[in-house]
C-alpha cells in the first residue's frame, strides 16, 4: 500500500522534475518503485535472469515477476489487475488486451520461440513425431486449448493429419513440463526453451515444416502505475543484452 | 452488530457479483453444453463417492483416534489432519508423488496391475477423498471425545454386547455430528480443485470437475464459467440450506 501511494508520488512528480512531460527517456535517477511485470509462463527463466541484470542497471527498481498463462494474465489485465508491462506468448492474447484499450502505444515483438515434444528423460514411449501423439496407450499431455501453448500444439497436430488421444489439458506449459519430468506422462507438446530449461527432460524435434514459429510481444500497459519503469523495461528487453540473455535460453532472435 | 453487518456485506456481495455477469437469457443453452453436463456428471460422481469412502474408512479412523490408546497418536492425528492445513495443490504433488506412475507405490502398482491412478477418474476420487476426508474424522473425533460415555457404560451393564452398544447408543449420540461431518466433507470434495488437477489432470468427461471446468472457462469463455460458478453456488446453497436443521442441532 504504502509502496503505491511512493510510486504515485513520484510518477505524479516526476513532469515537474523533469521540466518536460514527453515521454522521452527519462535519466536513469528517475526510474525506481516497483514495476509489475505480467510475463507468460515460458519466459519464467529467461525474464528471472533479465529481471537481475535490469535491477543491476536500475538499482532503485524493484520488478516483481507475475508469471502465468497468456490467457489468465490477459484476463487478469483487462480485468484492471494492476500492471506495468505484458510479455505475451502469441499476438492474440496481445490483441485482445489491445482491443480493450489496455495497451501504451504499440506492442513489439521481442522474442520467438518454436514448439518441441518434451518427453522423460529417456524416452520410454519411444516417441518418434507427431505422429505417435494418436497412440492411445501412452499417455499424452497438452496445454489447454485457450493457453499459446496449446493452441499452437493443435495447430501443428491438426496440419500435421494427426488426432491425438489427449489424456489431460494442463493450465500452463510450466505445469505441463513437470509432470513430463515427474514421468507421470509420456509426450508432450512444449516450446524448445522449457525442454532446455531442464536436464530431466528430453526433446524429439517437430521438423520445421510441420512446426509453428511463435512470436512474443512485450507492451507497456495503459493504466501502468509506474510507466517510466516500464517503458525503461521494454526497451531493456529490446537491448542487446536482454536479447543474448535470451538466446541462452534457446529463444529465436526476432 | 455493525462487525456482524459487515460480516455478512463480505459474504453476500461476490455472489451478488457473479449474478451481475450472469448471461440470463443464454443460460439454458450453456447449461445443456456437454462441457457443463460431463463436468456436473464427474463432480456428482466424484463428492458422493468421495463422501462415502471418507464415511467407511474415517468412521473407524476416527474411532482410532479417540478410544484406543497406542504410541504416536498424536502425530498419527496430526498427519490426518494435515489435508486441512496445505495448500490442496501440495497434497495433490504428494499424492502423485506416492500414487502416480513413478510413485512410491504406484510404481510397483503399475506393473503389479497395469492400474494407472492419475488422469482417471478413479483418480479424481482418490485427490477429492483425500483432501476432504479430514473433514470427517475431525468432526466424529471431536464428537466421540465428548460424548457421555456413562450411556455406554449403563448400556453394557444392562448387558448389551459390544457391537450393540454401538449400534444403539454411540453412534445415534454422535449422529448430528456425524451428519455435520459428511455435509462439510461432502461440500469440500464438491469444491476441490488444487488436488484435482494437479493428481487427475484435467481432461473433459474424465477429469474435468465442474470446479476445473470453470477455471478453464475463464479464460476463453467467460458466459460458460459464470454460468458454472451460479449452477456450483445454487447446489452448494441447496444442499446446505436443506440440511440447516441438523446443522444448527450439532454445532
Do not use: H
Request: proline share 6%.
Amino acid at each position: 500500500m504504502r509502496n503505491g501511494i511512493v510510486v504515485a508520488l513520484v510518477v505524479a512528480l516526476l513532469p515537474t522534475a523533469c521540466g518536460s512531460t514527453d515521454g522521452g527517456r527519462a535519466p536513469a535517477g528517475s526510474i525506481e518503485g516497483v514495476l509489475l511485470v505480467s510475463a507468460a509462463a515460458s519466459l519464467t527463466d529467461a525474464l528471472g535472469e533479465i529481471e537481475a541484470a535490469f535491477e543491476a542497471v536500475y538499482p532503485d527498481v524493484d520488478v516483481v515477476l507475475n508469471v502465468a498463462a497468456s490467457s489468465a494474465l490477459r484476463e487478469q489485465i483487462i480485468e484492471g489487475a494492476p500492471a506495468d508491462v505484458f510479455a505475451s506468448a502469441n499476438t492474440s492474447n496481445m490483441d485482445k488486451v489491445v482491443d480493450a484499450g489496455e495497451v501504451a502505444g504499440d506492442p513489439t515483438v521481442f522474442t520467438m520461440n518454436l514448439l518441441q515434444i518434451a518427453v522423460p528423460e529417456g524416452n520410454p514411449a519411444g516417441i518418434a513425431g507427431l505422429e505417435d501423439f494418436s497412440r492411445e496407450e501412452i499417455l499424452i499431455g497438452l496445454c489447454a486449448e485457450a493457453v499459446p501453448c496449446g493452441d499452437f500444439a493443435r495447430v501443428a497436430l491438426s496440419e500435421a493429419g494427426v488426432t491425438p488421444a489427449i489424456d489431460t489439458n494442463e493450465p500452463d506449459v510450466r505445469a505441463l513440463l513437470t509432470k513430463i519430468e515427474l514421468g507421470e506422462l509420456d509426450a508432450a507438446i512444449t516450446y524448445v526453451t522449457d525442454v532446455a530449461s531442464t536436464d530431466r527432460v528430453d526433446g524429439v524435434d517437430i521438423p520445421i515444416e510441420q512446426n509453428v514459429v511463435t512470436a512474443y510481444p512485450i507492451a507497456v500497459l495503459a493504466g501502468a502505475p509506474n510507466p517510466a519503469a516500464a517503458e525503461a523495461f521494454v526497451a531493456f528487453v529490446l537491448a542487446d543484452g536482454a536479447q543474448a540473455i535470451l538466446s541462452r535460453y534457446s529463444f529465436t532472435e526476432p | 452488530m455493525v462487525l456482524g453487518v459487515l460480516g455478512i456485506g463480505f459474504f453476500v456481495l461476490p455472489f451478488v457479483g457473479l449474478l451481475g455477469r450472469v448471461p440470463w437469457s443464454d443460460l439454458p443453452a450453456l447449461l445443456s453444453g456437454p462441457i457443463v453436463t460431463d463436468a456436473l456428471r464427474l463432480s456428482a460422481i466424484a463428492s458422493a463417492a468421495a463422501t462415502a469412502i471418507s464415511l467407511i474408512i474415517g468412521l473407524p479412523l476416527a474411532w482410532l483416534l479417540a478410544r484406543a490408546e497406542f504410541p504416536g497418536r498424536a502425530v498419527i492425528r496430526g498427519i490426518v489432519t494435515l489435508p486441512l492445513v496445505l495448500p490442496p495443490v501440495v497434497g495433490g504433488a504428494a499424492l502423485l508423488f506416492a500414487l502416480g506412475r513413478r510413485g512410491l507405490i504406484g510404481e510397483p502398482l503399475n506393473e503389479a496391475t497395469g492400474l494407472i491412478l492419475p488422469f482417471s477418474t478413479w483418480g479424481v476420487i482418490v485427490a477429492t477423498t483425500f483432501v476432504a476426508m479430514p473433514f470427517l474424522v475431525i468432526t466424529v473425533e471431536g464428537a466421540l471425545r465428548n460424548m457421555d460415555r456413562r450411556y455406554e457404560g449403563a448400556a453394557a451393564t444392562l448387558g448389551a454386547r459390544r457391537w450393540t452398544v454401538i449400534r444403539r447408543v454411540t453412534l445415534p449420540m454422535i449422529g448430528p455430528s456425524l451428519v455435520a461431518g459428511l455435509v462439510l466433507t461432502w461440500a469440500r470434495a464438491f469444491g476441490e480443485f488444487g488436488a484435482t488437477i494437479t493428481f487427475a489432470g484435467n481432461l473433459q468427461g474424465r477429469t474435468q470437475t465442474l470446479p476445473l471446468a470453470v477455471f478453464v472457462a475463464l479464460e476463453s469463455d467467460r458466459d460458460t464459467a459464470v454460468a458454472i460458478s451460479l449452477i456450483m453456488v445454487v447446489v452448494a446453497l441447496v444442499v446446505l440450506i436443506a440440511l440447516r436443521g441438523r446443522w444448527g442441532r450439532a454445532m
